[in-house]
């Protein structure tokens, strides 16, 4: 095998520039060109200091590292994966086709037909194999639905998604406050 090959079949090896020793969620994509859509996923998963990992997996470029990397993440210390990819967006359904963990699509908008075709290649699975799909491009989401998940087993992290919810309304009522009441 050339070394293209070789590359394109190795085990899954996380960006390391953004991933733990041990992580309990995978990011995935299907492209590079995903990632503007998927690093705030993984911003939020540091804003909750959730160890994970961020890597690509193509299923349809990479299919035997697609196959490797689904059959092994609950082995490897896994508890949720969050996928993302565009337009024949196959990735998430397959990786939930071969895990029992908890997967998490990311429809990314690609340059044609807005996203939608990700989002329904994503969200339309079929009976039995379930991906919580969130919205198009929508990667801090994403984020936010792993810590939710993780957190049924981690009250910590309830405690700090409660936190969080404040932030937001904070926020929103400082911005009230500038505008005026109604
Ligand atoms: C999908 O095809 C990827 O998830 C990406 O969204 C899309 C385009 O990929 P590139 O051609 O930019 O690598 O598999």
């Known amino acids: 095998r050339d070394a293209a090959e070789i590359d394109a079949h190795a085990p899954p090896e996380p960006r390391r520039a953004h991933s733990h020793a041990h992580p309990l969620v995978g990011v995935v994509m299907g492209s590079d060109s995903d990632l503007p859509v998927m690093l705030p996923a993984a911003q939020m998963l540091d804003r909750f200091n959730v160890p994970y990992e961020l890597t690509i997996v193509s299923a349809h470029r990479t299919p035997d590292r697609l196959v490797e990397y689904a059959r092994s ?24 086709a071969m895990t029992a963990l908890p997967v998490i699509g990311v429809p990314v908008k690609g340059s044609s037909l807005d996203g939608v075709d990700s989002l329904h290649s994503i969200v339309q699975m079929p009976r039995g194999i379930p991906v919580a799909t969130v919205a198009i491009n929508n990667g801090t989401n994403a984020g936010l639905l792993a810590v939710r998940m993780l957190a049924v087993a981690m009250p910590d992290l309830v405690r700090e998604m409660e936190k969080y919810l404040k932030s937001l309304e904070t926020e929103v009522m400082a911005k009230v406050e500038k505008l005026g009441e109604v």
């Open 73 to 96: 993440a609950a082995a490897r210390g896994l508890r949720v994966v969050i996928a993302g990819a565009g337009g024949a967006a196959h990735l998430p359904g397959m990786i939930a």
